[in-house]
């Protein structure tokens, strides 16, 4: 199937698409999209004949789609991974968001209503974090807009956040995902994260609650006890303290001049202290030094000034900055309740036209959104390829994406994290499938 799409010589490596519909989808739904992937992962290993599957797991799964003309879907559930699929074709949806397992099929939930029989009985631990929430710490871009001097905010989120999940909670499957145009989505999906109650949830997203805006005007972070928590001691050292100064302080110029250092200084709870500063960097002011040089020279000035101060509580403001600047910046409120939906993986944003690929979070520096492919390059790449096909006896692989920039993502979610988690859901089934055995026999005296 021939797409109208400009040709390879004049595609533009950012170039988004133009009359975004139904059209295009219809061919990325149809060739493209990871069906069977997205089965697999929602399934959680109750797609097969083991006696300890769940023949009913799949379809207690909320869908909801977003169709053209922000036509809104929900309470979407599907039996079987062709039922899905077959709706995802024939509906092209803008968006697919996937929610909570229910404990009923969502389409008959009318039929318990007030009965309290519908309600969410498992869904994953989801963070979100979006650029937009950084804008008064960044100077390059705002709004929906990133760029590759503010991208690295997300890189750090990833980072911290990351590392907490594995090392302070123990959980193994993650995934990350990015949003599509400006921030990033994770899915945390050990069975231990998809049983957490709604306020074991709460308890978990508190844990990471560290920013709070702006309380009384100016504080932004909030550290409990005299010392910091350990898992923030980590993120410091291991993460922030460095993107700080290395990366932040001189790509947004955060110390060039008084209108951006002010609100640095506003962070220091001492007048005294912000006055004695403010004076000596207008007094010495130099035109001949670099803003990277007079960033990191302010930046160091004030440091020595803050540490050295006999007032404790202003020996944590450098701390305090730091954290305020580049600590993840969470939606607390996707994370707190079960049945919150969320973006599904792959799929295409309608304002930029990149596709929701996975990020590894192992080489998460190296991840650039302007690169991720969009749907115009995919069809784009799909034609080349039919024109390859009708000039050669080589037949395509099995699946098309194979050959498209979308295949390193599919790839790796399935070799990094849909494999694992599937071996670790069998295992999981096959232990508590003995363990009733086990019990049987017990309570019948065998």
Not at 38 to 57: E, L, R, T, V
Not at 414 to 421: A, D, G, N, W
């Amino acid at each position: 199937m021939e797409i109208d799409v400009c040709p390879p010589e004049q595609r533009q490596p950012n170039m988004s698409i133009e009359g975004f519909h139904a059209d295009y989808l219809k061919v990325f739904y149809g060739k493209l999209f990871p069906h069977a992937d997205i089965f697999k992962w929602m399934s959680y290993g109750n797609d097969g004949k083991h006696p300890a599957c769940d023949q009913s797991y799949f379809g207690r799964r909320e869908f909801s789609f977003t169709l053209d003309n922000d036509i809104y879907i929900r309470f979407q559930s599907f039996s079987n991974a062709t039922e899905m699929e077959n709706a995802i074709k024939e509906k092209c949806p803008f968006k697919i968001d996937l929610g909570a397992v229910y404990s009923v099929d969502p389409p008959k939930r009318h039929a318990y209503a007030g009965n309290n029989v519908f309600t969410p009985v498992e869904r994953e631990l989801v963070f979100d974090i979006d650029m937009s929430d950084y804008d008064d710490v960044r100077h390059c871009c705002s709004g929906a807009d990133v760029c590759s001097d503010c991208w690295p905010l997300m890189t750090a989120a990833i980072k911290v956040m990351d590392t907490a999940l594995r090392d302070d909670f123990g959980f193994s499957h993650i995934l990350w995902v990015f949003s599509g145009r400006r921030g990033v989505h994770c899915w945390v999906c050990d069975g231990r994260a998809r049983r957490l109650s709604d306020e074991q949830r709460s308890a978990v997203a508190d844990y990471f609650r560290v920013y709070k805006g702006h309380e009384n005007g100016l504080k932004k972070v909030s550290f409990v006890g005299p010392a910091l928590h350990p898992f923030l001691v980590r993120s410091y050292n291991d993460v922030l303290k460095s993107f700080f100064e290395e990366d932040m302080l001189p790509s947004q110029s955060l110390l060039a001049n008084e209108a951006r250092y002010q609100k640095i200084l506003d962070l220091i709870p001492d007048e005294s202290t912000t006055s004695e500063i403010r004076d000596k960097w207008n007094s010495n002011r130099r035109s001949s030094i670099s803003k990277e040089d007079v960033n990191i020279a302010r930046w160091e000035q004030l440091k020595h000034a803050l540490q050295s101060s006999k007032q404790k509580g202003l020996r944590r403001c450098v701390e305090e900055i730091v954290f305020s600047y580049t600590y993840p910046r969470l939606d607390i409120e996707v994370s707190k309740r079960m049945n919150h939906l969320l973006k599904a993986p792959f799929c295409v944003h309608p304002k930029t036209g990149r596709v929701c690929v996975p990020i590894d979070p192992r080489r998460c520096d190296e991840f650039d959104p302007g690169k991720v492919p969009t749907l115009s390059e995919l069809l784009g790449e799909l034609n080349d390829m039919d024109r390859v096909r009708a000039d050669s006896s080589s037949g395509l692989p099995a699946e098309e994406w194979e050959r498209t920039s979308l295949g390193k993502y599919i790839r790796f979610f399935r070799s990094s994290f849909l494999q694992p988690l599937l071996k670790s859901c069998k295992e999981e089934l096959e232990g508590s499938y003995s363990a009733k055995l086990r019990q049987s026999k017990d309570s019948l005296g065998w």
